[in-house]
């Protein structure tokens, strides 16, 4: 579940653990609904940032605690915590306390005691925001492959597009209480359903225009001074309809001359130009004073660019996306939006 603070996620997080009750609707767990079940008889267990491990116990006894509380045998117990310790890599690490432990260490350990009783669905709330961003990225990784091996349900929360974009399966993209889409990250990241969701996921060309027909599997747009085809989306626009035309900035092509082919052509103005190593970040304005952002790679041989020089914009038809008319959030909402996060 990824979305701005406030949008609701850790609301149906703790509506799925049973710490909040819904005013209507259900909450199916394994097809069971378990939307008045009190916490402690659902077949969940939640992580949250703070891992709230028993400082005096050891690494194997803070994970054998679950199985031991629910009165399993002594053989089984041990089953369990060797084979959770084995799957998350801590069993060099079984006799150590938690301070003895790196953050990344206590995190697989809070993990493991929440898997050793193998629950229906393990519940995550930015557990990996207490981490540095190396860590972070390796338990990223971490996690995903703990999943594949465990096979339990994970939902995880998160504000953090690309955290979202590399760990999941599906993608829920909340705003405001309401759930925007819900999809594969490369769904939700080539074809969003909505200007927010497009918007919030990763970085985007956002232009309002109208849409004057259907050119065979095209929509034709009146957009950016001039007209071009995209793909449609989801949502049917009338001839004549407001619409918010999307190109993600690594699909724009820059040139000289005008390109060649089935590309669209827009005229732009360079306005700056920012290196960072594997791309070169490229603000334009088109001739009607939109912006256009492009990220070049090594590959587009261009000469060293500078303000004010007048260059070619380019894109392959089905590069670009028809969403319907919405306001289009500026630089700074979606900053603003990120900082609450």
């Known amino acids: 579940m990824l979305g701005p603070s406030g949008c609701g996620k850790t609301t149906t997080l703790r509506m799925i653990a ?23 008889k659902r077949n969940v267990n939640t992580v949250f940032q703070h891992y709230a491990l028993f400082p005096h116990m050891s690494v194997w006894d803070n994970v054998a605690y679950g199985p031991r509380s629910m009165k ?77 091996e465990v096979g339990i349900t994970f939902i995880y929360v998160t504000h953090d ?41 990763g970085q985007a060309n ?15 747009l009146s957009v950016l001074g001039t007209t071009l085809r995209a793909r449609p989306g989801d949502t049917a626009i009338e001839a004549g309809g407001q619409a918010t035309l999307m190109v993600r900035p690594e699909r724009v092509q820059v040139s000289v001359e005008p390109p060649a082919g089935n590309l669209a052509s827009v005229p732009a103005t360079v ?39 007048q260059v070619y914009v380019g894109w392959e038809p089905e590069a670009s996306l028809v969403l319907p008319a919405a306001d289009i959030p500026t630089t700074e909402d979606l900053e603003e939006m990120l900082d609450d996060s």
């Open 206 to 220: 956002l232009w309002p225009g109208r849409q004057n027909r259907m050119d065979g599997q095209l929509a034709e």
């Open 271 to 309: 306005r700056d130009v920012v290196f960072q190593g594997p791309v070169i970040r490229l603000s334009l304005a088109a001739p009607d004073d939109s912006t256009v952002l492009a990220h070049v790679g090594p590959e587009q041989k261009l000469p060293m660019l500078r303000p004010g020089d």
């Open 161 to 201: 597009q690309e955290e979202a974009l590399t760990m999941s399966d599906r993608i829920a993209v909340m705003n405001a209480g309401n759930v925007e889409q819900i999809g594969s990250p490369t769904d939700i990241y080539d074809s969003p359903s909505t200007v927010f969701v497009a918007s919030f996921i």
């Open 18 to 40: 049973g710490f909040e009750t819904p005013t209507s609707g259900a909450i199916r767990l394994e097809g069971v609904d378990v939307s008045r079940v009190p916490p402690h």
């Open 72 to 148: 399993k045998d002594k053989a089984e117990v041990k089953r369990r915590v060797d084979e959770i310790l084995e799957i998350v890599r801590l069993t060099d690490f079984a006799k150590r306390k938690p301070g003895q432990l790196s953050g990344g260490q206590q995190q697989r350990v809070a993990l493991a005691r929440a898997l050793v009783n193998y629950p229906s669905a393990l519940l995550l709330d930015e557990p990996l925001g207490a981490l540095d961003l190396k860590l972070r990225q390796v338990m990223q990784f971490e996690l995903k492959r703990i999943q594949r």
